[in-house]
């Protein structure tokens, strides 16, 4: 299984960026796809994750509203849309993918296979 992220950069507070995931490998039927962030010296943190099949998804509190991660099972791609950025937003952004997962499970030591990371940084 291979995840490629890409589509960070620099974005002024308040702006838009879509993150991007391109997964490839195997099928993912029955997988859960997910999005982590990380600081430097910090844990990795949980931000959403979607079911593959029905595309449930379920976030963290302090993206809820403003980021949206979406699934096209055609072209195998996962994407996260980020919306009302704020400078607390900067991380370097993580695709994940999981086997086997309860819904909501937000430990990253569930997840099977991890993208390269993409910079996100907001500018306040």
């Known amino acids: 299984v291979q995840l490629q992220a890409s589509g960070g950069g620099l974005v002024q507070a308040g702006g838009s960026l879509r993150l991007s995931c391109a997964a490839s490998?195997?099928?993912?039927?029955?997988?859960?796809m997910g999005w982590f962030r990380q600081l430097p010296g910090k844990e990795r943190d949980f931000v959403a994750h979607?079911?593959?099949?029905?595309?449930?998804?379920i976030y963290a509190d302090s993206v809820k509203g403003r980021f949206t991660i979406t699934r096209d099972t055609a072209k195998n791609m996962i994407y996260l849309q980020m919306n009302s950025l704020k400078f607390e937003d900067t991380a370097v952004y993580y695709c994940?993918?999981?086997?086997?997962?309860?819904?909501?499970?937000?430990?990253?030591?569930?997840?099977?296979?991890w993208g390269q990371g993409t910079l996100v940084t907001v500018s306040s």
């Open positions: 994940a993918a999981a086997r086997a997962l309860r819904y909501g499970d937000g430990d990253s030591r569930n997840y099977n296979y």
């Open positions: 490998g195997r099928t993912f039927t029955n997988w859960v």
């Open positions: 979607a079911t593959w099949n029905y595309g449930t998804t």
